[in-house]
């Protein structure tokens, strides 16, 4: 019976779709701007940028991904994140408790095109520079470092195009991948509400201020 009950629980806040209505939305002013996208890929969310527009000064892990041109944020529980598959009971120990955070940052080896073909939501948002630069001074700011200054690698999948690197800060069922994005957002000044759970808030914030390239 609880299997029952926690199931379509976990499922619901790992995997709620956003139902949103592609559409133009007339942003199309380019002058000046950056382009971030925000993207889903079954339970994972994150936030895209070329690699070329990051301040390696702001965040210096760039240096581990020279070979890409586009690189996706996303943060999670440092033992569920990191599981290749799919582990009920670390999906549980993620949502119901207070546990450890990771910072997930892959290097795209695809067209962005291409990688948002396979991406279920794609939603553009233009930012000025000093509003991608605040982006990227919060993403660097959830890195753990030592005291040298260096970041923990916990792990490295798909051949080094996949890094976890040790977050600051607990992930729980009040502090999801979501939660992180907006506030990732919200720093630079963006208007979209912070305490977003699900994935359905976080896109409906989203397509508020950018263009839905692409829904379910």
């Given at each position: 019976?609880?299997?029952?009950?926690?199931?379509?629980?976990?499922?619901f806040?790992?995997?709620t779709?956003?139902?949103l209505i592609e559409?133009?939305q007339?942003?199309n002013?380019?002058?000046?701007?950056?382009?971030?996208?925000?993207?889903?890929?079954?339970w994972?969310?994150?936030?895209v940028?070329e690699?070329?527009d990051?301040?390696?000064?702001?965040?210096?892990?760039?240096?581990?991904?020279?070979?890409?041109s586009?690189?996706?944020?996303?943060w999670?529980?440092?033992?569920?994140?990191?599981?290749?598959?799919f582990?009920?009971?670390?999906?549980?120990?993620?949502l119901?408790?207070s546990?450890?955070?990771?910072l997930?940052?892959?290097?795209?080896?695809?067209?962005?095109d291409t990688y948002?073909d396979?991406?279920d939501?794609?939603?553009?948002i233009?930012?000025?520079?000093?509003?991608?630069?605040?982006?990227?001074d919060?993403i660097?700011?959830?890195?753990?470092r030592?005291?040298s200054?260096?970041?923990?690698i916990?792990?490295a999948?798909?051949?080094?195009?996949?890094?976890?690197?040790?977050a600051n800060g607990n992930y729980?069922?009040f502090?999801?991948?979501?939660?992180?994005?907006?506030s990732?957002?919200?720093s630079?000044?963006?208007?979209?509400?912070?305490?977003v759970?699900?994935?359905e808030?976080?896109?409906?914030?989203?397509a508020?201020?950018?263009?839905?390239?692409?829904?379910?």
């Open positions: 019976m609880l299997k029952l009950v926690i199931f379509p629980v976990i499922f806040f790992l995997n779709s956003s139902l559409e133009n007339n942003r002013d380019l002058s000046g701007k950056k382009e971030i996208y925000l993207i889903k890929q079954y994972h969310t994150a936030i940028i690699k070329n990051i301040d390696p000064e702001i965040l210096p892990e760039v240096k581990y991904f020279n070979d890409f586009l690189l996706d944020f996303g999670g529980d440092e033992e569920f994140y990191q599981y290749s598959g582990d009920s009971g670390l999906a549980v120990k993620a119901f408790y546990t450890p955070s990771t997930r940052v892959e290097g795209i080896g695809i067209s962005k948002f396979i991406s939501i794609v939603v553009r233009l930012v000025t520079q000093e509003q991608l630069n605040k982006i990227v919060f660097s700011s959830t890195v753990y030592n005291d200054g260096s970041p923990v916990l792990s999948q798909g051949l080094g195009r996949i890094i976890f690197f040790r729980h069922l502090n999801t991948c979501n939660t992180w994005l907006a990732c957002l919200a630079a000044g963006i208007n979209i509400e912070d305490n759970i699900l994935t808030q976080l896109f409906k914030e989203a508020k201020v950018g263009d839905v390239i692409k829904a379910e």
